[in-house]
């Protein structure tokens, strides 16, 4: 799998409509690697930009993730962390029939399947 993903123009829409992949593709992002084991967690963290918004990751991390629309992976702790605002960003646009989604859930669906595909296929462990 890990060579498919290294080269997305070889993954069929075939493949990617079978729900498998998505997991696999996540798990493989998550950990930066194909060996998925039994009781493997991944947690998922939604974190915000503003001053008040209480994380550990430093604020400019967390504003520069909502300002590129872009996730942020910690591969050694199975973690990914996902900016809030832009999730609230993708709810409140319009999406008329010209600009390729005709819903927020396609649009969001789309967004993440990129970030994670990208960072299951490059290995980044993060993007700062």
Same mark, same amino acid.
């Given at each position: 799998?890990?060579?498919? =993903?290294?080269?997305?123009?070889?993954?069929?829409?075939?493949?990617?409509?079978?729900p498998a992949f998505r997991s696999r593709t996540f798990h493989c992002a998550a950990?930066?690697?194909?060996?998925? =084991?039994?009781?493997? !967690?991944?947690?998922?963290?939604?974190v915000g930009t503003g001053p008040q918004d209480i994380s550990h990751l430093l604020l400019d991390v967390r504003q520069n993730m909502a300002n590129g629309n872009t996730?942020? *992976? !910690?591969?050694?702790?199975?973690?990914?962390?996902?900016?809030?605002?832009?999730?609230?960003?993708?709810?409140?646009?319009d999406y008329p029939t010209e600009a390729g989604f005709t819903s927020a859930e396609q649009?969001?669906?789309? *967004?993440?399947?990129?970030?994670?595909?990208?960072?299951?296929?490059g290995g980044i462990g993060g993007v700062f």
């Amino acid at each position: 799998m890990a060579e498919e =993903l290294r080269n997305l123009v070889n993954i069929t829409d075939e493949e990617v409509a079978d729900p498998a992949f998505r997991s696999r593709t996540f798990h493989c992002a998550a950990f930066n690697q194909d060996l998925i =084991l039994a009781g493997t !967690r991944i947690r998922v963290t939604f974190v915000g930009t503003g001053p008040q918004d209480i994380s550990h990751l430093l604020l400019d991390v967390r504003q520069n993730m909502a300002n590129g629309n872009t996730l942020l *992976w !910690r591969t050694c702790l199975g973690t990914v962390y996902i900016p809030a605002t832009s999730i609230l960003k993708f709810l409140q646009d319009d999406y008329p029939t010209e600009a390729g989604f005709t819903s927020a859930e396609q649009a969001i669906e789309h *967004w993440l399947l990129s970030e994670i595909s990208t960072a299951a296929r490059g290995g980044i462990g993060g993007v700062f």
